[in-house]
């Protein structure tokens, strides 16, 4: 049985559909602060469970015969991690050795892990290698790459099997439609922008049409949620074989200004833009090398056109659940 640790928010919904449709048995644990219990399909068992609180964390491996983690539960709003590290600190780390903590007083060693791109900084040169220098430049990059470290740790002294996902930027919602992105607040640019079409916001702000672009926006890498998900189901069947970080991105740069004339194209509609300064902490380009994703995972992104990608969030976009 698979533990998908905040398995009702964004990436990890789709995760456990996925997993469910190859025929894993799934067990989904969530606070639901950001999650949705809209999201996790009815095929999946739900325990209201939060990181802060190793009772319950060791009823779950108690009750469950927990074979292997898949771990989303963090928060990932790099502003508000600015803002207030306590929350990240507390929650991202400490919430992940709690988890850890129970899974080896249950003989449980086998764990999945979202990191991210964020981890790497400033970046010194793209594409991004997962042997690219990691100088996190917030506190939210920082809580990833401290457990990326304490894994290292763990597998030296407890035997720890663990692989690290670092994604780009996670985009797109279920084919099907029935689940996808929905974060309160919305900072990401593709929902943002889909809104501002319909008339649920009043504009998109592009932050900085200065950047060293081609189009002067900046470009980041868009890899479709669903690719994700299956990247989670090959890094969980790698566990004993491989330990480490592997990046997770398409290798495609797409510029804010392409996201938007992609959008309109999509939706068939204009979208009411301002042009607003940069943003503190958004480097000019990001986009990651993939190469190791294909060869230890067998990994291969189905969405590589970001038309598509955008297809499947305007399509969720126009008939949201939650
Ligand atoms: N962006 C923007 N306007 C917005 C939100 C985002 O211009 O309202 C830009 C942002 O500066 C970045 C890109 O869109 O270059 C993607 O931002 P997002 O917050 O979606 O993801 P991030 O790359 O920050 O993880």
Redesign the pocket.
Same mark, same amino acid.
């Given at each position: 049985m698979i533990l998908v640790m905040g398995g009702a928010g964004y990436i990890g919904s789709h995760t456990v559909r996925h997993l469910l449709d190859q025929g894993y048995e799934v067990i989904v644990a969530d606070n639901l602060y950001y999650g949705h219990r809209e999201a996790v399909d009815e095929r999946a068992a739900f325990i209201y469970t939060d990181l802060m609180d190793l009772l319950s964390l060791d009823k779950l491996f108690t009750f469950y015969p927990i074979d292997a983690v898949i771990h989303f539960a963090a928060f990932a709003y *790099?502003g508000e991690s600015v803002a207030e590290p306590e929350k990240y600190y507390y929650n991202n780390v400490i919430g992940t050795t709690n988890l850890l903590h129970t899974m080896l007083a249950h003989n449980v060693k086998k764990i999945v892990f979202s990191s991210t /791109?964020?981890t790497y900084g400033e970046p010194q040169y793209t594409p991004i290698d997962e042997k690219h220098p990691q100088n996190p430049i917030n506190p939210y990059g920082r809580t990833k790459l401290m457990i990326e470290q304490i894994f290292a740790d763990y597998e030296r002294a407890y035997g720890l099997q663990h692989i690290a996902l670092r994604y780009?930027?996670a985009?797109g919602c279920s084919q099907d439609g029935k689940i996808g992105e929905s974060h309160t607040p919305e900072?990401?640019?593709?929902p @943002?922008?889909l809104q501002a079409i319909l008339g649920k916001r009043n504009l998109?702000? *592009?932050?900085?049409t200065d950047y060293n672009t081609p189009d002067g926006? /900046?470009?980041?890498d868009y890899i479709h949620v669903e690719d994700l998900a299956v990247a989670h189901r090959l890094a969980l069947e790698k566990l004993g074989t491989y330990n480490g970080c592997i990046n997770l991105g398409t290798g495609i740069g797409t510029s *804010?200004k392409e996201?938007i004339t992609a959008a309109e194209q999509v939706s068939g509609k204009k979208c009411p833009v301002e042009y607003?300064p940069?943003?503190a902490g958004?480097p000019a380009r @990001?986009f990651a090398d993939n190469t190791k994703a294909k060869e230890i995972l067998g990994w291969q992104p189905q969405y590589t056109d970001i038309k598509d990608i955008i297809s499947t969030a305007w399509n969720w976009e126009l008939k949201r659940r939650y």
């Open positions: *790099v /791109c964020a780009f930027n985009a900072t990401h640019l593709i @943002l922008v998109i702000q *592009v932050f900085g926006t /900046c470009i980041r *804010v996201i607003a940069r943003r958004d @990001l």
